[in-house]
């Protein structure tokens, strides 16, 4: 995991190793040596220190710009040395770049952004095209270089809030997994964490398309004011009309939990709180409503354990809910 993740903080990790850190990092026992890492990398960070494959393009890109410039370099020592320190400079900003431009004129390099919000924390990104994402505490979103230009398609882990531009010639698609979110210009919440066993959208203006990679036929266009539920074991689809302030507050601080089972709760718990939980089997069939504005942890739990007869104990890094009658 070390070396994905100095790929990661070298922006070169490609997207299955991504998704790979990002699960790594949903256990809380990992985060302390991420930071740790994270840290050293800053410090060991040398823009001086070039790896021998980075020196092996780059003389082949200095070789083609001497050898084109040969007879111009040598009326003047004092333009070869600017020209190099130019050159390096450029190197170092993005060799990337430099490679497209000197070597491979003929192809465009699709290259990924990953955004990720840390564990706690509620991030906003402004898109290249100007949408704006809010992204919940654990989430992430990736999109390519050409993100507003040719295509607007996102992969979405976790969960986010879109504003989107409108753009009739582009529509954005939010991919999870095999599932489908086509849109013009519209606010909406997605909700698809990896582990959770349903995705929910909810749509507050605008409209959105839903489609399934894997079943053709499956489509279903919702209107402001309903949630769709897609349960991902069944492939069944499932809308009701909600109040979609109680799914979307969540940016602004906010979180509603209304009528959802223990499982669920201790999903937005664990990505509120950073915390990891587990619960006896039998406690699957209680469920909560209720609302978190900066409520701390241990005030959370203590109502549970008044709502439902519940029992939180504590061991080591993971918090198991039992059930209070078989004490």
């Known amino acids: ?22 699960d790594w990092l949903r256990d809380a026992s990992n985060r302390n040596e991420f930071d740790q890492l994270k840290l050293s990398w800053k410090k060991d960070f040398d823009l001086q220190e070039i790896s021998e494959n980075e020196r092996m393009v780059w003389d082949q890109i200095q070789t083609k710009i001497i050898r084109k410039n040969n007879q111009g370099l040598q009326k003047s020592r004092r333009l070869q040395s600017i020209f190099k320190y130019a050159a390096v400079l450029f ?23 990953t ?15 100007s949408s704006t994402v809010w992204l919940n505490s654990g989430s ?6 050409v993100f507003g ?31 489908r979110i086509k849109v013009l210009g519209t606010k909406f919440n997605v909700d698809a964490f990896p ?19 894997e079943v053709p036929s499956f489509h279903y266009k919702l209107v402001p004011g309903e949630m769709a539920e897609f349960d991902k074991e069944k492939n069944k689809l499932f809308v009701h009309n909600v109040n979609t302030s109680k799914y979307t507050s969540w940016k602004h601080g906010m979180l509603n939990i209304y009528n959802q089972p223990l499982d ?24 909560y409503t209720f609302t978190i504005s900066k409520e701390p942890l241990d005030e959370i739990i203590e109502m549970m354990e008044k709502i439902t007869p519940v029992k939180a104990v504590q061991d080591g890094n993971v918090i198991t809910f039992k059930n209070r009658k078989n004490k």
């Open 115 to 129: 955004v990720m919000a840390d564990f706690g924390q509620v991030s906003k990104v402004v898109l290249p095209d």
């Open 264 to 287: 669920e709760v201790l999903q937005r718990l664990r990505t509120r709180y950073n915390q990891e939980f587990a619960f006896d089997e039998e406690l699957a069939r209680y469920r």
């Open 140 to 145: 992430s979103i990736t999109y390519s270089n």
């Open 1 to 22: 995991m070390k070396s994905i993740i100095y790929k990661y903080l070298n922006d070169q990790a490609s997207a299955s190793e991504q998704k790979k850190l990002l």
């Open 195 to 213: 582990e959770a066993k349903h995705i929910n959208i909810v749509l507050e203006e605008g409209s959105v398309e839903l489609n399934n990679a």
């Open 149 to 179: 230009t040719k295509t607007r398609n996102i992969e979405l882990s976790g969960e986010a809030f879109f504003d989107v531009t409108k753009n009739p010639k582009i529509p954005l698609i939010v991919g999870c997994n095999d599932f």
């Open 91 to 113: 190197f170092l900003l993005s060799i990337g770049s430099l490679t497209f431009m000197f070597l491979n004129k003929s192809q465009t390099p699709e290259l990924t952004t």
